[in-house]
């Protein structure tokens, strides 16, 4: 790109409609996709998390499953963005209960022609989601908090790492 020329949306065409990018002459490659977030609760709230005392089960592992779920259903949800045949989806949830947080990072990998930002993403915010509607009944002031972009590999638009750009 010139200094003169704009830069361009990829998911937008010449005339300004939203289109869903060709990717068929992209080569097949590896690519993962790392993504964080985390839901800040009251302190009573870690606590019944902890000892598993919410009324609606397991909120840990039913918010892992989601996650996975919805990593699966991201172009159902996202328009425009390409069905991919996940090759593994990975979630974590940590407990940090001097933050009275849960912490959640979810990692994508696919052999493909696109990238896996959006399923990681996706799988993040929909464990988040079902975080709080599991405790909802005993806080409504969570905060789902920080969904973002941790790292990803592969393509040609190569490496990215959040911690490196903000340094």
């Not at 397991?58 to 328009?79: F, N, Y």
């Not at 407990?95 to 493909?112: F, H, M, S, W, Y």
């Amino acid at each position: 790109m010139t200094l003169t020329q704009k830069p361009r949306l990829s998911h937008i065409d010449d005339d300004g409609k939203a289109v869903m990018v060709d990717v068929s002459s992209k080569d097949v490659t590896s690519r993962v996709a790392t993504a964080g977030g985390t839901v800040l609760m009251e302190p009573e709230t870690m606590r019944l998390v902890q000892e598993g005392g919410m009324k609606k089960g397991d909120v840990l592992s039913v918010a892992r499953l989601a996650g996975i779920m919805g990593a699966k259903k991201t172009p159902e949800l996202i328009p425009l963005c390409h069905p991919l045949a996940l090759q593994k989806i990975d979630i974590e949830l940590s407990l940090d209960p001097q933050r009275n947080a849960i912490d959640i990072e979810a990692t994508c990998k696919v052999a493909g022609q696109t990238g896996v930002e959006m399923e990681a993403l996706t799988a993040v915010s929909i464990a988040a989601l079902t975080i709080y509607d599991m405790c909802k009944a005993v806080d409504r002031t969570m905060r789902l908090t920080d969904i973002r972009l941790l790292a990803k590999s592969g393509g040609q638009s190569g490496d990215f790492r959040a911690d490196e750009q903000s340094a």
